[in-house]
């Protein structure tokens, strides 16, 4: 073999190499960390087994965050925002990005299933997104309660701010103000605004 196809090999595994830690140093974003826990919770990464998360411990993009069956966590993300999650709750922070205060950024997260407060933080309230297995919910400088079911039934309210909910079976649009909630049913069908708060995480 020729020192020119040395040399040809030696670039390309070297390229594919800085490839392959650019995309792990991705998968390893941070966004935020750990500010409450009690008295179990974890954090999954891309390609990666379960780990426990310890006080404090960084929080990573595209993670799914599950907390024990009596267990609970807070995150507090990089903009301030904060998540906190019941028991038996699961979630992926599947996108985010904010790069300091008055700069454009933007926010994902998808609730599988329990009970969450989020608090909304730096980043612009219209690059804000919530997702649950059968609503999207966007935010205007909003504390928000959502409880999501086994069967994907979802509970949405509001504390303070405004939301718009859409059923992504249906398309169907609902907006909420301080003190409303609603429930959407499985097969996306939007029921009647209540007043009230939705209980199980504070």
């Known amino acids: 073999m020729s020192a020119g196809v040395l040399r040809i090999e030696g670039v390309l595994i070297f390229a594919a190499l800085s490839l392959a830690l650019s995309g792990a140093a991705r998968a390893a974003e941070t966004v935020g960390a750990a500010s409450s826990l009690r008295p179990q919770a974890s954090q999954t990464q891309q390609n990666a087994a379960r780990a426990d998360i310890s006080l404090n411990a960084q929080i990573f993009r ?27 709750s699961s979630l992926v922070v599947d996108e985010y990005v904010y790069a300091g205060p008055g700069s454009p950024g933007r926010q994902a997260l998808r609730y599988t299933k329990g009970a969450f407060r989020f608090i909304s933080g730096g980043i612009p309230k219209e690059s804000v997104r919530v997702e649950t297995p059968t609503v999207t919910i966007g935010i205007r400088g909003t504390t928000l309660r959502t409880l999501v079911t086994e069967d994907g039934t979802t509970t949405v309210g509001l504390d303070s701010g405004d939301a718009f909910v859409t059923s992504k079976q249906t398309g169907q649009t609902l907006s909420l103000g301080p003190g409303e909630k609603v429930t959407i049913k499985p097969n996306g069908v939007i029921g009647e605004v209540e007043l009230g708060k939705v209980e199980g995480c504070d």
């Open 62 to 88: 595209k993670a799914v965050l599950t907390t024990a069956a009596k267990g609970a966590l807070e995150v507090t993300f990089l903009d301030k925002s904060k998540l906190s999650m019941g028991g038996g």
